[in-house]
């Protein structure tokens, strides 16, 4: 296809505004795909993904569309992941292709995600058309939702266009939106190949899968090409584009977008962002921009039943075939036994990962807290990369920490701001910037990421009775006051329980530590201290007491079966429960304990 008659594009929205109906209309009216085999939301395809109403890998497919001027163009959608977690995925993906719609809820209005995702697309340069979905819904109010489109993001509004994506209205006006309002890719057929390696996935059949936006140069089969960050060489052994249907092709040519396999092992081998080239004349500089994207959230996952550690290596070595940005090492503690110190993107990347080990593979896991990476400066001038809290050094050698920092954008309605202003300082936020638009207040953070990695959504959520919506971009590591907190348990200290805390809070979260356990452990037949620590020091401390009777004691008589019912109940609940010492624990305190509210 010549370039004049290719219109690249993403499509960018918050959560449940609508990019994967809109898609599937797109899709749909082209007929690309027979109505038979159109599915509901064709491009969301992973189980966690539908359920949970996000896209988290980036899909693409490629739409023929007769335009009524007559000519036939080429419509290449990169769907992009919508989640914060994902965004150097979704700022690559931006980079191969040249416009995005812009879907808004005109019921909603922009929310945090809508500003993240389509400042990205700024960045790229991109054309914008803004598109208001759902007008069908009586609540619909698209005049106030362009001018809200104009005051916060500051792109023209005037034209948008007035979609339902549910009932196919606005539909044709959008697919001549993309052939006339979003340039034409530009690239040349003759220059050394340069295609940018946008995302790539496992697939059990093919092995390796990459997706590619050629740039310049034309890429064939059989062509031996090399990925210009790893040096490494593969023969091209197909290519072909996705309608959505993997469908093989004789060539892609400049501005076109399509897939290449090429006996490629790992998912690791392929950079996104990388550079695909010829081996031979090939081009001489990458393409723009390239960093690898690194794990920023570390946890610990440990099967519940030690014997299935084996099962939960062969699953997790499984799921990072697919899934390069996960990491994962072997990981001992004392209280857990064996298990994995896993990093992920995010929040929301660990909580998918963590899913699918055990809906996919049936594991039972205990996950402790997460955590960040702290930059340790030792007093010998040393520096320390910290992943887990159990192994910070002992604190008379350190001479400071550092920890990393987020901006951190919320956008709420006006009757929540004193709710929501009160946790950002709660969790020593430094507040950047409060604006009004219409009756949301959009405010601007500096928070710790440790402070968010835990429970902040989920008590963001609650306070505003989910009205709220936040999006978050790591802004660098600063130094503050931390210090280790260990919680000891029958005098002993509980490894997967120790966590880095800011000094002058340290009382207080270990105050709430030692009761939460309190509650969380079941009594034992003697009394169990529990105390908070830091360094040699208690800070904090109850007692559980001890038992006093045999739970059967509460049985009258000689009921024999009521009385092996009671002990199998205890049983099975013992299987959740981890031997510490001499204490139970079971495996839900690791992380209720850590939960603050
Ligand atoms: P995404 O998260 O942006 O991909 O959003 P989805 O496409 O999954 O849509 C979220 C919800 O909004 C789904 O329940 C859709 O059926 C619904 N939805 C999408 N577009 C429309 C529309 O134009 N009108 C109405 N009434 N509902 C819509
Ligand atoms: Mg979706």
Same mark, same amino acid.
């Given at each position: ?6 219109r ?5 929205a918050?959560?449940d ?5 809109l898609?599937?209309?797109l899709?749909?009216?082209?007929n690309?795909?027979s ?8 491009l969301?395809?992973m189980?966690?993904?539908r359920e ?5 890998k980036?899909?693409?497919?490629r739409?023929?569309y007769i335009a009524?001027?007559?000519?036939q163009y080429?419509?290449?959608?990169i ?6 977690d ?6 690559r993906s931006m980079r191969?292709v ?6 808004v809820?005109?019921t ?7 500003l993240?995702?389509v ?10 058309v803004?598109?208001l979905?759902?007008?069908?819904l009586p609540?619909?109010e698209?005049e106030r939702v362009?001018e809200q489109?104009e005051?916060?993001?500051g792109?023209?509004?005037e034209h948008?266009l ?5 009932s196919?209205l606005g539909?044709k006006e959008t ?6 309002r ?6 040349e057929r ?8 946008v995302d790539?996935?496992?697939?059990a059949y ?5 997706l ?6 034309v890429?064939?089969k ?6 210009m960050q790893?040096?490494a ?13 993997m469908?093989n ?8 977008i399509?897939f290449?396999?090429?006996?490629i092992?790992?998912v ?8 695909i080239t010829?081996?031979?004349k090939?081009?001489e500089k990458p393409?723009?921009g390239f960093?690898p994207?690194v794990p ?11 014997a ?5 290596r ?5 799921l ?12 001992t503690s004392?209280?857990?036994?064996f298990?994995?110190?896993c990093?992920?993107?995010g929040?929301?990347?660990l ?5 699918r080990?055990?809906?996919e ?6 996950t402790t807290?997460p ?5 340790v ?7 320390i990369?910290l992943h887990?809290p159990?192994?910070?050094? /002992?604190?008379s050698?350190?001479?400071h920490? @550092?920890e ?5 954008t #919320? &956008? %709420?309605? !006006?009757e929540?701001?004193g709710d ?19 009756n949301?207040a959009?405010?601007?953070y500096?928070?710790p990421?440790n402070?968010v990695v ?6 963001l959520?609650s ?5 709220a919506?936040? /999006? ?6 600063? @130094?503050?006051n931390?210090v280790?907190?260990s #919680? &000891? %348990?029958n !005098?002993e200290a509980?490894?997967?329980?120790s966590?880095l805390?800011?000094r002058d809070?340290a ?12 509650e969380?452990?079941p009594r ?9 620590a ?5 800070i904090a ?6 038992m006093?009777k045999?739970?059967t004691?509460k049985?009258?008589?000689?009921d ?5 019912k009671?002990?199998?109940?205890q049983?099975?609940g013992k ?5 510490f ?17």
């Open positions: 296809t010549d370039l004049a008659h290719i690249n594009f993403s499509i960018v918050h959560i505004h609508g990019k994967s109906t898609a599937d209309r899709i749909q009216s082209t690309t795909v109505e038979r085999e159109m599915k509901e939301q064709l969301d395809a189980d966690i993904e949970r109403g996000i896209t988290i980036a899909n693409t497919v739409i023929e009524d001027n007559g000519e080429v419509l290449n959608l769907d992009t992941p919508g989640h914060v994902f965004a150097y995925e979704v700022s191969a040249e416009g995005s719609l812009l879907v809820d005109s909603q209005g922009v929310e945090a995600q809508t993240a995702n400042y990205q697309a700024i960045d790229a340069d991109h054309e914008i803004p598109v979905n759902k007008i069908d609540a619909s698209p362009k489109i005051d916060v993001i792109i023209d509004a948008a007035l979609v339902s994506a549910k196919g539909i697919l001549e939106a993309i052939v006339h979003l340039p034409a890719p530009t690239g003759d220059a050394p190949l340069k295609a940018m390696l790539s996935w496992y697939d093919l092995g390796v899968v990459v590619v936006r050629i740039m310049d140069g890429l064939k059989g062509d031996k090409i090399k990925m790893t040096g060489t593969y023969p091209v052994d197909r290519i072909g584009v996705f309608r959505p249907a469908q092709v004789d060539e892609l040519g400049p501005g076109e399509g290449l396999t090429a006996q092992k790992q690791r081998d392929t950079k996104v962002g990388d550079t010829h081996e031979k090939g081009a393409l723009p960093k994207s920023v959230v570390f946890c610990g996952l440990f099967p519940v039943d030690s299935e550690f084996e099962d939960l062969d699953a997790i070595e499984k990072a075939l697919n899934d390069a940005s996960f990491s994962y090492e072997m990981e004392a209280a857990l036994g298990g994995f110190r990093g992920f993107l929040l929301l990347h909580e998918v990962i963590r899913d080990l055990e809906r593979y049936d594991i039972e896991l205990i807290a955590s960040v990476i702290y930059h400066y030792m007093k010998d001038d040393t520096k990369d887990n159990a192994d910070m050094p /002992d604190m050698k350190v001479d920490v @550092e990393p920092r987020i901006k951190a #919320i &956008l %709420v309605p !006006d929540y701001l929501v202003l009160k946790l950002c300082q709660d969790r020593r936020g430094l507040q950047l910037d409060l604006t009004y638009a219409g949301r959009m405010v601007v500096d928070l990421l402070e835990f429970d902040f959504y989920d008590r959520k306070v505003t009775k989910g009205y919506s936040f /999006d978050y971009q790591m802004i660098g590591y600063r @130094e503050d931390l280790r907190m #919680i &000891l %348990v !005098d509980v490894d997967a329980l966590m805390v800011h809070r009382e207080m979260r270990g105050r709430a530590m030692c009761e939460k356990l309190k969380l452990i034992h037949m003697f009394k169990i201290p529990i105390q908070a830091i360094g040699g020091k208690v401390r109850e007692t559980l007491s001890a006093r045999d739970v004691a049985c009258y008589g000689g024999a079966t009521r009385k092996k009671l002990l199998e109940k049983k099975a299987k959740k429960m981890r031997q010492g001499k204490v139970e624990i079971p495996q839900e305190a690791f992380i209720s304990a850590l939960k603050m509210d």
